[in-house]
Protein backbone atom coordinates (compact mmCIF):
# COMPACT_ATOMS: atom_id res chain seq x y z
CA UNK A 1 0.00 0.00 0.00
CA UNK A 2 1.22 3.10 -1.02
CA UNK A 3 0.84 5.73 1.93
CA UNK A 4 0.70 9.94 1.11
CA UNK A 5 2.09 11.91 3.93
CA UNK A 6 1.22 15.02 2.42
CA UNK A 7 -0.49 16.15 5.93
CA UNK A 8 2.68 15.52 7.18
CA UNK A 9 4.70 17.76 5.13
CA UNK A 10 2.30 20.20 5.30
CA UNK A 11 2.62 20.67 8.79
CA UNK A 12 6.24 20.89 8.55
CA UNK A 13 6.47 23.44 6.02
CA UNK A 14 3.20 25.35 7.78
CA UNK A 15 1.22 25.63 5.03
CA UNK A 16 -2.53 25.00 4.86
CA UNK A 17 -5.16 23.53 1.96
CA UNK A 18 -5.79 26.72 0.72
CA UNK A 19 -1.77 28.23 0.36
CA UNK A 20 -1.00 24.76 -1.37
CA UNK A 21 -3.66 25.36 -3.82
CA UNK A 22 -2.47 28.76 -4.91
CA UNK A 23 0.97 27.81 -4.71
CA UNK A 24 0.80 25.10 -7.01
CA UNK A 25 -2.53 25.84 -8.70
CA UNK A 26 -3.97 22.26 -7.63
CA UNK A 27 -7.77 22.45 -6.79
CA UNK A 28 -7.90 22.07 -3.17
CA UNK A 29 -10.56 19.02 -3.62
CA UNK A 30 -8.23 17.17 -5.20
CA UNK A 31 -4.87 18.07 -2.49
CA UNK A 32 -7.35 17.50 0.01
CA UNK A 33 -7.79 14.00 -1.71
CA UNK A 34 -4.11 13.11 -1.44
CA UNK A 35 -3.87 14.81 2.07
CA UNK A 36 -6.50 11.70 3.75
CA UNK A 37 -4.67 9.06 1.36
CA UNK A 38 -8.36 8.72 -0.76
CA UNK A 39 -6.50 8.87 -3.90
CA UNK A 40 -6.13 6.02 -5.97
CA UNK A 41 -3.28 7.49 -8.32
CA UNK A 42 -1.38 10.87 -8.61
CA UNK A 43 0.37 11.94 -11.94
CA UNK A 44 3.99 13.03 -11.88
CA UNK A 45 3.03 16.44 -12.93
CA UNK A 46 0.90 17.01 -9.48
CA UNK A 47 3.98 15.40 -7.66
CA UNK A 48 6.65 17.28 -9.09
CA UNK A 49 4.68 20.60 -8.49
CA UNK A 50 3.52 19.72 -4.90
CA UNK A 51 7.27 18.78 -4.18
CA UNK A 52 7.99 22.29 -5.76
CA UNK A 53 5.82 24.07 -3.15
CA UNK A 54 7.46 22.20 -0.35
CA UNK A 55 10.90 22.34 -1.38
CA UNK A 56 11.21 18.08 -1.22
CA UNK A 57 11.52 14.96 -2.70
CA UNK A 58 8.41 12.25 -3.64
CA UNK A 59 9.88 9.98 -0.55
CA UNK A 60 8.60 12.54 1.68
CA UNK A 61 5.07 12.33 0.43
CA UNK A 62 5.43 9.33 -0.73
CA UNK A 63 5.83 5.83 1.99
CA UNK A 64 5.58 2.21 1.00
CA UNK A 65 3.29 0.17 3.37
CA UNK A 66 3.45 -3.64 3.26
CA UNK A 67 0.02 -4.26 5.02
CA UNK A 68 0.05 -8.00 4.44
CA UNK A 69 3.08 -8.12 7.01
CA UNK A 70 0.49 -6.35 9.20
CA UNK A 71 -2.11 -8.72 8.66
CA UNK A 72 -4.61 -6.00 7.37
CA UNK A 73 -6.09 -7.21 3.76
CA UNK A 74 -4.76 -10.92 3.76
CA UNK A 75 -4.02 -12.20 0.37
CA UNK A 76 -5.19 -8.80 -1.58
CA UNK A 77 -2.10 -8.68 -2.93
CA UNK A 78 -0.81 -12.22 -3.09
CA UNK A 79 1.36 -13.23 -6.53
CA UNK A 80 -1.12 -15.80 -8.28
CA UNK A 81 -4.08 -14.84 -6.77
CA UNK A 82 -6.09 -13.18 -9.20
CA UNK A 83 -9.57 -13.85 -10.84
CA UNK A 84 -9.53 -16.58 -13.48
Same mark, same amino acid.
Given at each position: ???? *??????? /???? *??????????????????????????? /???????????????????????????????? +????? +?????
Amino acid at each position: MIIV *NLDVMMA /RRKI *NLNELSAKTKISVTNLSILKTNKAKAV /RFSTLEQICKALNCQPGDILEFSDTSAKGEEP +GEYEE +GGGEN
